[in-house]
C-alpha cells in the first residue's frame, strides 16, 4: 500500500508542476484555456463494530485507502468539455468482518473485490455541455448527478442547508466511498431568473465499493425532473422544489432487501418518487434562522408487490454569525416501513441510489424504514477549522420489518442488491448516536479531516449481538490543485 500511495503523490506532483508551468505567465487567463486539477485523498479507517454471537466475525479491523483522482477541462461561449481519471487502492481490509451481516465498511469493500488490497481504475467523467441561447444547457456523457441540487438558490445560507441537508437524498454519487459512481446519460436544464427546470435520463456506474467501477448499470434506469422556484416567487426568502424521480432495475442480483426472507433470481423493482421541498433562511434581529420540509410520496412495483411508501424530513436551525458562529440545528425523519411481509403490498420508503453518508454518518443504517431524531452543533472558530457534533435518536418505523443499511446500486449482478436488511426481533429501539467531526484548511492546497462516532445499540441490535457500542473512526488527508 505504501508503495502506492508513494506512486499516486508522485504523479500527483506531477500534475500539479505542469499545471503551475502553464498556468504561471498568463497575465489574463482565457476563458478558453485548458484548466487541470489534481486531487490526492489518502484515509485510514478503524472499526469496532458490535460484538457479534460466538459464530459471527471479526467486528475489529483497520486499514488504509487512496484515491487520485485528475481532471482535464475547458470552456467556450457555447461549449465546455470534462473529463477524469481515478485510481484507487486498498490495504489491510479485513477478510472476516462478516456475520452477521457486514461488520463495517471495510468488509463491503473486501466483499466486492475479494482482496485485501482492492484497487482500480474509473472514469468517473467525460463529457460535453452545450450553453444555448436563453439559458437552456445539455449535457451528455458520464457525470455526476446530485438530486436536491439542481437548481442554485443564489442565496448563501439556503445553499449551506440544501448541500448538508438536501443533496443527494435519492440520487448522488456515493461521494465518501472511495470508488464513488458515475451516471452516464443526458440532463437538459432551462434557467431563469426566478425559476429552473431540469430533467435527465441516466443510467448509473458500478461503483461505491465494487473495485471494478465504471462499468454501466444497464438493467438500472433512472428518469428525473425537478422544477424549482427560487426565493421570493412563491414565498420570501424560501427556495421551493417540486421533483418526480423513476427507478427500473432488472438486474441479476439474488438478494432481496425486504422482510419477506424470500430471495430472487433477478431485482424486479419500478419505482416512482414523487414529492417537493422547501428550504429557508432569513435574518432575525443578530440571529439567523433556517427551515427545511421535504416530503416523498412512492408508487410502483416492488418483486410484483404493490409499493407504496412515503418519507418526512422537518429541520430548523439557528445561527449566530459572530465569534465561532455556532449553529445549532434539530430534525425529525420518518421513512416508512412495511408492517407485514406475508401480505401483497410493499411499505418500506426505497431510499433508491443516493449518498447515505450524508444522512448516516456512521453509515450503520439507511433513511428506510427509520425514524430519526437528531440535534446537532456546528462550528467556526477560524476560517480553517470547522468543527460538527450530532446526537441522534434512532427507531425503526415498523418492528415487523428490518434494520436497513447501504447506499444503493453498486454491481451489475451477484448476491448483494447494495442494501442489507437485519432482523429487528420485532423490536422499534434501534439506538442512540454520538458523533464528531473536525475538518482543518492546513494549508492551500492541503486539508485534514478527522471522524469519531460510537453507537449504543437498542433491543433491536441486542436482539443480533452481543456487544452493546459500536465504534467507527477515520483521519483523511486531502491534497489538491
Not at 443527494?168 to 452516464?184: K, P, T
Not at 475538518?439 to 462516532?453: C, E, P
Amino acid at each position: 500500500m505504501c508503495r502506492s500511495i508513494s506512486a499516486g503523490t508522485f504523479v500527483l506532483l506531477l500534475a500539479a508542476t505542469a499545471h503551475a508551468q502553464t498556468a504561471a505567465p498568463a497575465a489574463k487567463p482565457s476563458t478558453s484555456a485548458w484548466r487541470a486539477t489534481a486531487t490526492n485523498l489518502t484515509r485510514v479507517e478503524s472499526w469496532s463494530f458490535f460484538e457479534p454471537p460466538p459464530t459471527g466475525g471479526n467486528p475489529d479491523s483497520n486499514f488504509v485507502g487512496n484515491r487520485l483522482r485528475v481532471g482535464l477541462s475547458r470552456s467556450w461561449p457555447r461549449v465546455d468539455v470534462a473529463g477524469a481519471l481515478q485510481y484507487v487502492q486498498f490495504g489491510g481490509l479485513p477478510d472476516a468482518a462478516v456475520g452477521p451481516g457486514f461488520l463495517g465498511t471495510g468488509a463491503l469493500y473486501y466483499f466486492h473485490s475479494q482482496r485485501t488490497t482492492s484497487r482500480g481504475v474509473f472514469v468517473p467523467a467525460i463529457n460535453v455541455r452545450l450553453k444555448l441561447p436563453r439559458g437552456v444547457t445539455i449535457l451528455g456523457g458520464r457525470f455526476g448527478y446530485t438530486s436536491g441540487a439542481e437548481a442554485p438558490s443564489g442565496q448563501p445560507r439556503i445553499e449551506a442547508v440544501k448541500r448538508s441537508r438536501m443533496d443527494s437524498r435519492l440520487i448522488g454519487d456515493f461521494e465518501w466511498s472511495l470508488y464513488q459512481r458515475a451516471f452516464d446519460g443526458v440532463r437538459a436544464d432551462v434557467d431563469r431568473k426566478t425559476w429552473h427546470a431540469s430533467a435527465a435520463y441516466l443510467r448509473p456506474t458500478q461503483g461505491g465499493f465494487e473495485d471494478s467501477a465504471g462499468r454501466t448499470l444497464g438493467p438500472v434506469d433512472l428518469g428525473a425532473f425537478t422544477f424549482t422556484m427560487r426565493p421570493g416567487l412563491a414565498l420570501p426568502s424560501t427556495d421551493v422544489t417540486a421533483f418526480a424521480y423513476t427507478y427500473s432495475d432488472d438486474r441479476f442480483v439474488t438478494a432481496r432487501p425486504d422482510n419477506t426472507g424470500l430471495s430472487a433470481a433477478r431485482a424486479r423493482v419500478t419505482v416512482a418518487t414523487l414529492g417537493a421541498s422547501a428550504i429557508g433562511a432569513r435574518r432575525v434581529g443578530t440571529v439567523d434562522l433556517d427551515w427545511l420540509g421535504w416530503y416523498a410520496e412512492q408508487t410502483g412495483s416492488w418483486y410484483g408487490q404493490d409499493h407504496r411508501a412515503r418519507s418526512l424530513a422537518l429541520e430548523g436551525g439557528v445561527q449566530w454569525p459572530r465569534g465561532w458562529q455556532p449553529w445549532i440545528r434539530g430534525g425529525y425523519l420518518h421513512a416508512s416501513g412495511d408492517d407485514n411481509p406475508r401480505d401483497a403490498r410493499h411499505g418500506t420508503f426505497f431510499a433508491t441510489i443516493p449518498t447515505v453518508r450524508r444522512y448516516s454518518f456512521t453509515t450503520i443504517y439507511a433513511p428506510m424504514n427509520l425514524r430519526d431524531a437528531f440535534v446537532e452543533c456546528i462550528v467556526r472558530p477560524s476560517s480553517r477549522v470547522r468543527g460538527r457534533m450530532d446526537v441522534r435518536w434512532l427507531s425503526l418505523a415498523e418492528g415487523a420489518d428490518r434494520w436497513y443499511a447501504g447506499s444503493g446500486a453498486t454491481r451489475g449482478a451477484g448476491s448483494f442488491f447494495g442494501y442489507a436488511g437485519r432482523a429487528s426481533g420485532g423490536h422499534t429501539d434501534l439506538g442512540t448516536v454520538i458523533e464528531g467531526a473536525l475538518d482543518v484548511t492546513v494549508a492551500r492546497h492541503l486539508s485534514i479531516n478527522g471522524f469519531i462516532g460510537g453507537m449504543h445499540g437498542g433491543r433491536v441490535v441486542a436482539n443480533l449481538f452481543r456487544g452493546e457500542w459500536a465504534r467507527f473512526a477515520y483521519l483523511e488527508s486531502v491534497i489538491q490543485f
